[in-house]
Protein backbone atom coordinates (compact mmCIF):
# COMPACT_ATOMS: atom_id res chain seq x y z
CA UNK A 1 0.00 0.00 0.00
CA UNK A 2 2.87 2.47 1.13
CA UNK A 3 4.44 1.53 -1.60
CA UNK A 4 1.79 1.97 -4.28
CA UNK A 5 1.39 5.51 -2.94
CA UNK A 6 4.64 6.20 -3.16
CA UNK A 7 4.75 5.30 -7.05
CA UNK A 8 1.56 7.59 -7.06
CA UNK A 9 3.70 10.74 -5.55
CA UNK A 10 6.65 9.77 -7.39
CA UNK A 11 5.12 9.54 -10.73
CA UNK A 12 3.44 13.03 -11.85
CA UNK A 13 7.53 14.37 -11.10
CA UNK A 14 9.10 11.44 -13.34
CA UNK A 15 6.76 11.87 -15.96
CA UNK A 16 7.11 16.09 -15.94
CA UNK A 17 10.48 15.56 -15.95
CA UNK A 18 10.65 12.85 -18.99
CA UNK A 19 8.49 14.95 -21.04
CA UNK A 20 11.06 17.63 -20.51
CA UNK A 21 13.64 15.69 -21.54
CA UNK A 22 11.69 14.47 -24.31
CA UNK A 23 11.74 15.65 -27.77
CA UNK A 24 9.81 18.81 -28.54
CA UNK A 25 6.76 18.25 -29.90
CA UNK A 26 6.65 17.96 -33.71
CA UNK A 27 6.26 21.37 -35.13
CA UNK A 28 2.45 21.60 -36.68
CA UNK A 29 2.69 21.41 -40.61
CA UNK A 30 0.12 24.97 -40.64
CA UNK A 31 4.15 26.14 -39.12
CA UNK A 32 5.99 24.18 -41.56
CA UNK A 33 4.09 25.19 -44.88
CA UNK A 34 3.99 28.83 -43.15
CA UNK A 35 7.49 29.18 -42.88
CA UNK A 36 7.93 27.97 -46.50
CA UNK A 37 6.01 30.50 -47.52
CA UNK A 38 7.86 33.14 -45.38
CA UNK A 39 11.15 32.05 -46.70
CA UNK A 40 10.72 31.52 -50.21
CA UNK A 41 8.35 35.28 -50.17
CA UNK A 42 10.97 37.41 -48.35
CA UNK A 43 13.59 35.30 -51.06
CA UNK A 44 11.32 36.45 -53.93
CA UNK A 45 11.05 39.94 -52.63
CA UNK A 46 14.53 40.43 -51.80
CA UNK A 47 14.98 39.27 -55.83
CA UNK A 48 12.52 41.05 -57.21
CA UNK A 49 13.77 44.16 -55.72
CA UNK A 50 17.16 43.68 -57.30
CA UNK A 51 15.23 43.22 -60.61
CA UNK A 52 12.98 45.66 -60.42
CA UNK A 53 16.01 48.49 -59.22
CA UNK A 54 17.76 47.71 -62.04
CA UNK A 55 15.47 47.97 -64.65
CA UNK A 56 14.09 50.83 -63.15
CA UNK A 57 17.57 52.93 -62.76
CA UNK A 58 18.63 51.45 -66.09
CA UNK A 59 18.38 54.78 -68.35
CA UNK A 60 19.67 56.61 -65.76
CA UNK A 61 22.55 54.63 -64.79
CA UNK A 62 23.55 54.44 -68.85
CA UNK A 63 23.06 58.31 -69.85
CA UNK A 64 23.58 58.38 -73.53
CA UNK A 65 27.13 59.94 -73.36
CA UNK A 66 27.71 61.86 -77.22
CA UNK A 67 31.29 60.16 -78.29
CA UNK A 68 33.68 62.70 -79.23
CA UNK A 69 33.66 63.75 -83.04
CA UNK A 70 30.01 62.98 -83.15
CA UNK A 71 28.30 65.80 -85.10
CA UNK A 72 25.54 67.61 -82.93
CA UNK A 73 23.05 69.63 -85.11
CA UNK A 74 23.38 73.02 -84.97
CA UNK A 75 21.26 75.61 -83.34
CA UNK A 76 20.21 78.22 -85.93
CA UNK A 77 22.45 81.55 -84.65
CA UNK A 78 23.01 82.85 -87.98
CA UNK A 79 24.69 81.24 -90.91
CA UNK A 80 27.42 78.92 -89.74
CA UNK A 81 30.12 77.87 -91.91
CA UNK A 82 30.18 74.30 -90.91
CA UNK A 83 28.39 71.80 -87.84
CA UNK A 84 29.89 72.73 -84.76
CA UNK A 85 32.45 69.85 -83.76
CA UNK A 86 32.27 68.07 -80.49
CA UNK A 87 35.94 67.89 -79.20
CA UNK A 88 37.18 66.10 -76.32
CA UNK A 89 38.21 66.89 -72.84
CA UNK A 90 39.52 65.29 -69.78
CA UNK A 91 37.51 63.68 -67.42
CA UNK A 92 37.05 65.89 -64.22
CA UNK A 93 38.21 63.47 -61.86
CA UNK A 94 41.76 62.72 -64.00
CA UNK A 95 43.75 65.31 -61.92
CA UNK A 96 44.78 68.74 -61.80
CA UNK A 97 44.31 69.94 -65.07
CA UNK A 98 47.21 70.56 -67.33
CA UNK A 99 47.90 72.85 -70.32
CA UNK A 100 48.27 69.60 -72.17
CA UNK A 101 45.37 67.68 -70.67
CA UNK A 102 43.36 71.26 -70.98
CA UNK A 103 40.28 71.07 -73.19
CA UNK A 104 40.68 71.65 -76.48
CA UNK A 105 37.61 73.77 -78.42
CA UNK A 106 37.55 75.40 -81.40
CA UNK A 107 36.19 78.57 -82.47
CA UNK A 108 33.73 79.23 -85.16
CA UNK A 109 33.86 82.73 -86.57
CA UNK A 110 30.97 84.24 -87.21
CA UNK A 111 29.60 85.14 -90.92
CA UNK A 112 30.54 88.69 -90.28
CA UNK A 113 34.09 88.13 -88.86
CA UNK A 114 34.10 90.25 -86.04
CA UNK A 115 32.59 87.89 -83.58
CA UNK A 116 33.18 85.19 -81.99
CA UNK A 117 30.34 82.55 -81.16
CA UNK A 118 30.87 80.36 -77.98
CA UNK A 119 32.32 77.23 -78.36
CA UNK A 120 31.28 73.69 -77.52
CA UNK A 121 32.99 71.54 -75.59
CA UNK A 122 31.77 68.04 -74.06
CA UNK A 123 33.84 65.59 -71.56
CA UNK A 124 35.53 62.90 -72.61
CA UNK A 125 33.23 60.98 -70.44
CA UNK A 126 30.32 62.91 -69.23
CA UNK A 127 30.17 61.85 -64.94
CA UNK A 128 26.94 59.95 -64.64
CA UNK A 129 24.61 62.27 -62.68
CA UNK A 130 24.58 59.81 -59.38
CA UNK A 131 24.52 62.02 -56.20
CA UNK A 132 23.68 60.24 -52.88
CA UNK A 133 19.94 61.05 -52.75
CA UNK A 134 19.64 59.37 -56.56
CA UNK A 135 21.27 56.16 -54.83
CA UNK B 1 -7.36 18.67 -21.79
CA UNK B 2 -6.51 22.17 -22.08
CA UNK B 3 -4.48 22.12 -18.77
CA UNK B 4 -2.44 19.63 -20.65
CA UNK B 5 -2.05 21.47 -23.79
CA UNK B 6 -1.45 24.76 -21.92
CA UNK B 7 1.51 22.93 -20.20
CA UNK B 8 3.17 21.45 -23.79
CA UNK B 9 2.43 24.99 -24.86
CA UNK B 10 4.43 26.32 -22.00
CA UNK B 11 6.96 23.80 -22.14
CA UNK B 12 7.60 24.30 -25.83
CA UNK B 13 8.04 28.40 -25.00
CA UNK B 14 10.80 27.52 -22.15
CA UNK B 15 12.62 24.60 -24.13
CA UNK B 16 15.49 25.85 -25.91
CA UNK B 17 14.73 25.30 -29.65
CA UNK B 18 16.58 22.34 -31.29
CA UNK B 19 19.94 23.75 -32.84
CA UNK B 20 19.83 21.57 -35.94
CA UNK B 21 16.92 23.30 -38.19
CA UNK B 22 18.83 26.35 -37.51
CA UNK B 23 21.92 24.39 -38.81
CA UNK B 24 20.25 23.14 -41.89
CA UNK B 25 18.73 26.94 -42.23
CA UNK B 26 21.74 28.09 -42.52
CA UNK B 27 23.39 25.59 -44.73
CA UNK B 28 20.48 26.40 -47.15
CA UNK B 29 20.64 29.72 -47.25
CA UNK B 30 24.44 29.66 -47.75
CA UNK B 31 24.06 26.51 -50.81
CA UNK B 32 20.95 29.00 -52.16
CA UNK B 33 23.33 31.82 -52.54
CA UNK B 34 26.09 30.15 -54.03
CA UNK B 35 23.77 28.24 -56.73
CA UNK B 36 22.08 32.29 -57.59
CA UNK B 37 25.71 33.28 -57.92
CA UNK B 38 26.24 30.47 -60.79
CA UNK B 39 23.18 30.40 -62.83
CA UNK B 40 22.15 34.22 -62.84
CA UNK B 41 25.22 35.28 -64.88
CA UNK B 42 23.80 32.26 -67.09
CA UNK B 43 19.89 32.71 -67.17
CA UNK B 44 20.17 36.76 -66.56
CA UNK B 45 22.93 38.18 -68.07
CA UNK B 46 21.30 42.02 -68.12
CA UNK B 47 21.56 41.67 -64.18
CA UNK B 48 24.64 40.21 -63.96
CA UNK B 49 26.09 43.26 -65.78
CA UNK B 50 24.72 45.07 -63.13
CA UNK B 51 27.78 44.04 -61.21
CA UNK B 52 30.48 44.76 -63.57
CA UNK B 53 31.73 47.70 -64.62
CA UNK B 54 33.36 49.95 -62.92
CA UNK B 55 30.80 51.43 -60.27
CA UNK B 56 28.60 48.66 -60.26
CA UNK B 57 25.55 48.96 -58.96
CA UNK B 58 23.95 45.27 -58.42
CA UNK B 59 25.10 45.39 -55.20
CA UNK B 60 23.57 48.76 -54.25
CA UNK B 61 20.20 47.07 -55.41
CA UNK B 62 20.63 44.06 -53.22
CA UNK B 63 21.46 45.81 -50.59
CA UNK B 64 18.53 48.10 -50.49
CA UNK B 65 15.82 45.14 -51.36
CA UNK B 66 17.56 42.99 -48.94
CA UNK B 67 17.24 45.97 -46.39
CA UNK B 68 13.76 46.06 -46.59
CA UNK B 69 12.71 42.71 -46.60
CA UNK B 70 14.85 42.29 -43.08
CA UNK B 71 12.60 44.71 -42.02
CA UNK B 72 9.71 43.38 -42.36
CA UNK B 73 10.77 40.36 -41.20
CA UNK B 74 11.66 42.07 -38.31
CA UNK B 75 8.41 43.75 -37.93
CA UNK B 76 6.25 40.45 -38.21
CA UNK B 77 8.88 38.85 -35.73
CA UNK B 78 7.64 41.58 -33.32
CA UNK B 79 4.04 41.57 -34.05
CA UNK B 80 4.01 37.45 -33.79
CA UNK B 81 6.27 38.08 -30.25
CA UNK B 82 3.23 40.65 -29.13
CA UNK B 83 0.53 38.11 -30.46
CA UNK B 84 2.13 35.69 -28.22
CA UNK B 85 2.44 37.57 -25.27
CA UNK B 86 -0.87 39.00 -25.10
CA UNK B 87 -2.84 35.60 -25.84
CA UNK B 88 -4.12 36.51 -29.09
CA UNK B 89 -1.74 34.12 -30.94
CA UNK B 90 -3.23 30.67 -29.33
CA UNK B 91 -7.08 32.31 -30.59
CA UNK B 92 -5.39 32.98 -34.25
CA UNK B 93 -2.91 30.68 -35.30
CA UNK B 94 -2.56 28.61 -32.12
CA UNK B 95 0.74 29.10 -29.43
CA UNK B 96 3.22 26.71 -30.87
CA UNK B 97 2.35 27.98 -34.93
CA UNK B 98 3.15 31.05 -33.65
CA UNK B 99 6.02 30.29 -31.13
CA UNK B 100 7.99 28.97 -34.36
CA UNK B 101 6.95 31.40 -36.87
CA UNK B 102 8.17 34.09 -34.28
CA UNK B 103 11.50 32.40 -34.21
CA UNK B 104 11.86 31.47 -37.56
CA UNK B 105 10.77 35.54 -39.00
CA UNK B 106 13.88 36.51 -36.25
CA UNK B 107 16.25 34.58 -38.03
CA UNK B 108 15.09 35.67 -41.40
CA UNK B 109 15.48 39.14 -40.13
CA UNK B 110 19.25 38.07 -38.97
CA UNK B 111 19.77 36.65 -42.11
CA UNK B 112 19.10 38.77 -44.14
CA UNK B 113 20.16 42.16 -42.41
CA UNK B 114 23.48 39.84 -42.16
CA UNK B 115 22.79 39.95 -46.09
CA UNK B 116 22.29 43.38 -46.55
CA UNK B 117 25.69 44.40 -44.56
CA UNK B 118 27.82 42.02 -46.32
CA UNK B 119 26.28 42.88 -49.76
CA UNK B 120 27.51 46.25 -49.52
CA UNK B 121 31.02 45.26 -49.26
CA UNK B 122 30.93 45.22 -52.97
CA UNK B 123 29.39 48.34 -53.77
CA UNK B 124 32.58 51.12 -54.66
CA UNK B 125 30.47 53.67 -54.47
CA UNK B 126 30.28 53.90 -50.67
CA UNK B 127 33.43 51.65 -50.14
CA UNK B 128 32.68 50.13 -46.97
CA UNK B 129 35.95 48.19 -45.44
CA UNK B 130 34.60 45.16 -43.03
CA UNK B 131 35.86 46.87 -40.03
CA UNK B 132 33.45 50.30 -40.82
CA UNK B 133 30.58 47.34 -41.39
CA UNK B 134 31.42 45.84 -38.04
CA UNK B 135 31.75 48.60 -35.48
CA UNK B 136 28.85 50.73 -35.46
CA UNK B 137 29.04 54.28 -35.99
CA UNK B 138 32.86 53.50 -38.19
CA UNK B 139 32.08 54.73 -41.28
CA UNK B 140 31.98 58.45 -42.28
CA UNK B 141 30.71 57.97 -45.85
CA UNK B 142 27.08 57.57 -46.03
CA UNK B 143 24.92 59.05 -43.31
CA UNK B 144 26.99 57.56 -40.76
CA UNK B 145 24.71 58.15 -37.55
CA UNK B 146 21.72 56.54 -39.39
CA UNK B 147 23.83 53.53 -40.78
CA UNK B 148 25.85 53.34 -36.98
CA UNK B 149 21.68 52.91 -35.76
CA UNK B 150 21.05 50.25 -38.16
CA UNK B 151 24.13 48.44 -36.58
CA UNK B 152 23.40 48.70 -33.17
CA UNK B 153 19.49 47.35 -34.25
CA UNK B 154 21.66 44.23 -36.22
CA UNK B 155 23.70 43.27 -33.03
CA UNK B 156 20.38 44.10 -30.45
CA UNK B 157 18.82 41.54 -32.47
CA UNK B 158 21.20 38.68 -32.57
CA UNK B 159 21.10 39.21 -28.80
CA UNK B 160 17.80 38.91 -28.96
CA UNK B 161 17.70 35.17 -31.09
CA UNK B 162 20.05 33.94 -29.30
CA UNK B 163 18.21 34.26 -25.75
CA UNK B 164 16.16 31.28 -27.00
CA UNK B 165 19.28 29.24 -26.70
CA UNK B 166 20.41 31.00 -23.41
CA UNK B 167 17.43 31.46 -21.59
CA UNK B 168 18.28 27.93 -19.13
CA UNK B 169 21.55 30.08 -17.91
CA UNK B 170 19.92 33.64 -17.71
CA UNK B 171 16.44 32.37 -16.46
CA UNK B 172 13.18 33.93 -17.75
CA UNK B 173 13.62 37.24 -16.08
CA UNK B 174 16.64 37.50 -17.60
CA UNK B 175 15.30 36.60 -21.00
CA UNK B 176 12.38 38.46 -20.41
CA UNK B 177 14.53 42.13 -19.90
CA UNK B 178 16.47 41.02 -22.94
CA UNK B 179 13.01 40.78 -24.95
CA UNK B 180 11.94 43.88 -23.99
CA UNK B 181 14.71 45.38 -25.78
CA UNK B 182 13.20 43.88 -28.95
CA UNK B 183 10.73 46.77 -29.08
CA UNK B 184 13.90 49.29 -28.94
CA UNK B 185 15.69 47.86 -31.60
CA UNK B 186 12.76 47.46 -33.63
CA UNK B 187 12.32 51.52 -33.12
CA UNK B 188 16.15 51.88 -33.96
CA UNK B 189 15.99 49.72 -37.74
CA UNK B 190 12.74 51.87 -37.97
CA UNK B 191 14.91 55.09 -37.44
CA UNK B 192 18.09 53.40 -39.50
CA UNK B 193 15.24 52.86 -42.45
CA UNK B 194 13.64 56.02 -42.74
CA UNK B 195 17.46 57.92 -42.33
CA UNK B 196 19.40 56.00 -44.24
CA UNK B 197 16.85 54.35 -47.06
CA UNK B 198 16.85 56.04 -50.03
CA UNK B 199 13.51 54.56 -50.98
CA UNK B 200 12.21 55.85 -47.91
CA UNK B 201 9.73 58.38 -50.41
CA UNK B 202 7.92 55.44 -51.37
CA UNK B 203 8.31 53.14 -48.59
CA UNK B 204 7.01 55.80 -45.66
CA UNK B 205 3.59 53.97 -45.32
CA UNK B 206 5.30 50.81 -44.50
CA UNK B 207 7.44 52.41 -42.30
CA UNK B 208 4.09 54.45 -40.64
CA UNK B 209 1.91 50.80 -40.23
CA UNK B 210 5.10 48.87 -38.88
CA UNK B 211 5.22 51.60 -36.17
CA UNK B 212 1.54 52.19 -35.72
CA UNK B 213 0.97 48.17 -35.47
CA UNK B 214 3.84 47.97 -32.98
CA UNK B 215 2.74 50.47 -30.83
CA UNK B 216 -0.85 49.31 -30.74
CA UNK B 217 0.24 45.47 -29.68
CA UNK B 218 2.41 47.22 -26.76
CA UNK B 219 -0.74 48.91 -26.33
CA UNK B 220 -2.73 46.01 -25.68
CA UNK B 221 0.06 44.14 -24.21
CA UNK B 222 0.54 47.01 -21.72
CA UNK B 223 -3.28 47.71 -20.95
CA UNK B 224 -3.83 45.13 -17.93
CA UNK B 225 -0.18 46.48 -16.42
CA UNK B 226 -2.37 49.94 -16.87
CA UNK B 227 -5.79 49.17 -15.69
CA UNK B 228 -4.01 48.18 -12.42
CA UNK B 229 -4.18 44.07 -13.59
CA UNK B 230 -0.40 43.73 -13.74
CA UNK B 231 1.63 42.04 -16.99
CA UNK B 232 0.63 38.44 -16.22
CA UNK B 233 4.07 37.06 -16.12
CA UNK B 234 3.01 33.95 -17.75
CA UNK B 235 -0.51 33.23 -19.69
CA UNK B 236 -3.07 32.78 -17.34
CA UNK B 237 -4.44 28.80 -17.10
CA UNK B 238 -6.99 27.92 -18.56
CA UNK B 239 -10.20 26.12 -16.10
CA UNK B 240 -10.94 22.91 -17.20
Known amino acids: MDERQDLQRVEPNERRRGQQRSARRPVPRSARELKALLAVSSLAVTLGGWVGLSLLDQPASAPAATPPGATLPVVEIGALPSPVVVQASPTPDSGAPSAAASPATRSVPSPSGNQQLPTVTVPRQAPAARTRSSR | ?240
Open chain 2, 1 to 240: MKRTEHFAEQRDAEAPPPLRPLLVTFAAAIAGEAVGLALVPVLLPGLARSFLGPEPKGFWYLARSSGVTAYVALWLATLLGLLLSTKMARRWLGASVALELHRFTSLLAIVLAGFHMLVLLGDRWVGYTVEQLLVPFASSQYRPVWVGLGQLAFYGLILVFASFWIRPWIGTRGWRTIHYGSFGLFALATVHGIGAGTDVGGLLPLYEVAGFTVLWGLFLRLLPHLSGGGIAARPAVERD
